[in-house]
């Protein structure tokens, strides 16, 4: 089974400055998805920035961007010029890239970063 | 695109009561989960609907919860004799089929229903 880990249960950064979340997975597969979900306090889960494993250039979505090591299956998330909206619980997820098998369909997620942006 | 709604957003009953929480997905999306999120943790799917065919159920589905989704549209969750362990976030998302995705589209989510059990 997979597992994805989160080590930072907390982190902050002050506003416009950059910050580091990371997330390591475990897997035996070749073929999978990561993706990093933001969960602001009493809103919905968004996506904020998906990776495919067989690609290797690292994805980018405006000031998100992910530094994905997939031999040493880690999948950290960065954003710069933090803003005061950045702030909320993110989440890392795996998910498989095969439809067979018990698991296919679903996220695992980690246990989440609650980030603060401090003014 | 209206989004994944649920109803309702929150929900307090008592041990040994049944409930019930309905998700709408996002119009053609023909792919649902199901999810629990307890306080400090990620969500933890539950179970997976294709159109109306319920394709996998999580171990922690156990007999006391059953889900449907009738026409393919809207699906229910319910909880049968609830328990105190069961207070939890619902969470319900939804993606389309992409021809090629291979497993990679996105899953939307909704607000979530806020289940308490006293």
């Known amino acids: 089974a997979q597992t994805v880990t989160q080590s930072q249960p907390e982190m902050s950064v002050q506003e416009a400055e950059t910050v580091t979340l990371s997330c390591t997975y475990d897997?035996?597969?070749?073929?999978?998805?990561l993706f990093w979900y933001k969960q602001p306090p009493s809103r919905q889960m968004i996506l904020v920035i998906r990776q495919e494993a067989y690609k290797q250039q690292n994805a980018t979505e405006n000031r998100f961007s992910v530094n994905f090591q997939k031999a040493a299956k880690s999948f950290s998330l960065k954003i710069s010029d933090s803003q005061l909206g950045d702030a909320a619980m993110y989440f890392c997820a795996y998910r498989s890239g095969s439809y067979s098998g018990a698991g296919s369909y679903q996220l695992t997620f980690g246990k989440g970063t609650k980030l603060s942006v401090i003014p | 695109d209206t989004g994944v709604s649920q109803d309702p957003r929150h929900k307090i009953t008592k041990r040994g009561q049944n409930v019930t929480f309905r998700c709408d997905p996002i119009?053609?999306?023909?792919?649902l989960y199901w999810y629990r999120q307890t306080l400090g943790q990620g969500p933890e799917f539950l179970t997976y609907f294709q159109n109306e065919a319920q394709l996998e159920k999580s171990r922690l589905l156990s007999d006391r919860f059953s889900a449907e989704r009738p026409k393919g549209s809207f699906s229910t969750l319910e909880i049968q004799r609830t328990e105190q362990g069961d207070s939890a976030m619902y969470l319900c998302?939804?993606?389309?089929?992409?021809?090629?995705?291979?497993?990679?589209?996105?899953?939307?989510f909704g607000p979530g229903t806020r289940l308490l059990v006293l």
């Open positions: 119009s053609e999306h023909n792919r």
């Open positions: 897997t035996s597969e070749s073929d999978y998805y």
């Open positions: 998302a939804s993606s389309p089929r992409l021809a090629g995705a291979r497993g990679g589209e996105t899953q939307y």
